[in-house]
């Protein structure tokens, strides 16, 4: 088997794909239905044909230009894996972030009230759930089949006690009743003439309700941050992911809903990256 995994990740090479040993062997394993072990193990043994013949169908749709994240249907994200489908974004890692964020925020609260605008496969809300057991929370999102890749999700982490699921566009989802401790949302942030420009993985396979922010990328920030103040229980926040420029335009639509502490965060890349508006 390893000799088959290996002809697929040379070809990857010639190809140019950024990680072409890693897709050959996550290919692998969905290919031959094994784990990354079972690949290590079984490294010796002749693969049947059948497998053979999976594995290169697998290898010719990642050469098209599929992510791998797509050809196996499920992402890892902090640490858990994510059922994806065609009403996903696929969770990327920079997300992790305002993961970490959310966490450091609300870890010694009680018992956190979390809402998270715009789920997708429910990471961001199913991850901070899994780190703090006594946290609880409401996921949103316009597509209903999103909703049905994130109720698998919170079913398959042991979260879904804790967590219910509303479809309907930002705060429209949300009971008027319901105040939270902690605001999340990665939003669509592209600007809709950019989204044409995309790179074809994103462009092609990421959903474009997902993508598109409105003309000018921000007209999502703009929703939330209408009824962001008066859904926020005393002490709580707002955290956001945002785009790489987006820091003073989404820092200047929170102070202006009323937010007194507005703080702009980059990532290890230096991009602006999360906006936290709070009251100080
Ligand atoms: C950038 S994706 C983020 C998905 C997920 N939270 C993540 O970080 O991987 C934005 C999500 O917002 C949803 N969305 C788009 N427009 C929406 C709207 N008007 N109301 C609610 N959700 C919306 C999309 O369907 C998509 O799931």
Redesign the pocket.
Known sequence: MGLVWRRVRDRFRAASLDTPELDARLLAQQAFGIDAMGLIRRERETAPAEWVEALDALAERRLAGEPVSRIIGEREFWGLKFQLNG???D??PE?EMLVAEAIRWIEHHPAPYIV??????G??AISILDAIPAARGIA????AE?LTAARHNAERHQVAGRLSFRQ???WQ?VPHTELFDLIL?????IASGVIPTLQPEVRLFD?E???DGGFDGLE?YR?IAAQAVRRLKPGGAVVL?IGANQGDPVARIMARAGFSRVEVQKDLAGLDRVVLASHS
């Open positions: 009403a996903t974004l969770p990327r997300t998270d605008l715009g789920t997708g496969t990471a961001i949103t999102d316009l597509a999103a309907g566009p930002w989802a949302s990665n939003p669509p942030y959903p309700l997902a993508l999502p929703a992911e």
